[in-house]
């Protein structure tokens, strides 16, 4: 069993920056790829960013790309998502969750285990 514990959400002015955090315990962090998703009112949960387990891969949305940034620090259990020019759009409940190989996917379906989520609100 994997517990992850979001934190960092909260409200923001369009063009600052928020850092979101996702504590992982329960299993050897390092061998486990790690996602961030989101899900806005009314729209189904997306992929945002994603980190293979040793971190030296990352993959984005388009939409995210050159403005959030996706790390881990295993020692930690730790990962990130730095978020940068936030704009109204990325407004959403933000999800962290964790697969069970090291590797990395872009579909829901390919994680094992989730967090319960962390409000971020943009303001425009």
């Known amino acids: 069993q994997v517990q992850l514990e979001e934190s960092g959400g909260g409200l923001v002015q369009a063009g600052g920056s928020l850092r979101l955090s996702c504590a992982a315990s329960?299993?050897?962090?390092?061998?486990?790829?790690m996602g961030w998703f989101r899900q806005a009112p009314g729209k189904e949960r997306e992929f945002v960013a994603a980190?293979?387990?040793?971190?030296?891969?990352?993959d984005y949305a388009d939409s995210v790309k050159r403005r959030f940034t996706i790390s881990r620090d295993n020692a930690k259990n730790t990962v990130y998502l730095q978020m940068n020019s936030l704009k109204p759009e990325d407004t959403a409940v933000y999800y962290c969750?964790?697969?069970?190989?090291?590797?990395?996917?872009?579909?829901?379906?390919?994680?094992?285990?989730w967090g319960q989520g962390t409000q971020v609100t943009v303001s425009s």
């Open positions: 969750a964790v697969r069970g190989r090291p590797s990395v996917v872009r579909s829901l379906g390919g994680y094992d285990y």
């Open positions: 329960g299993r050897t962090f390092s061998n486990y790829g």
């Open positions: 980190i293979t387990g040793s971190g030296g891969s990352t």
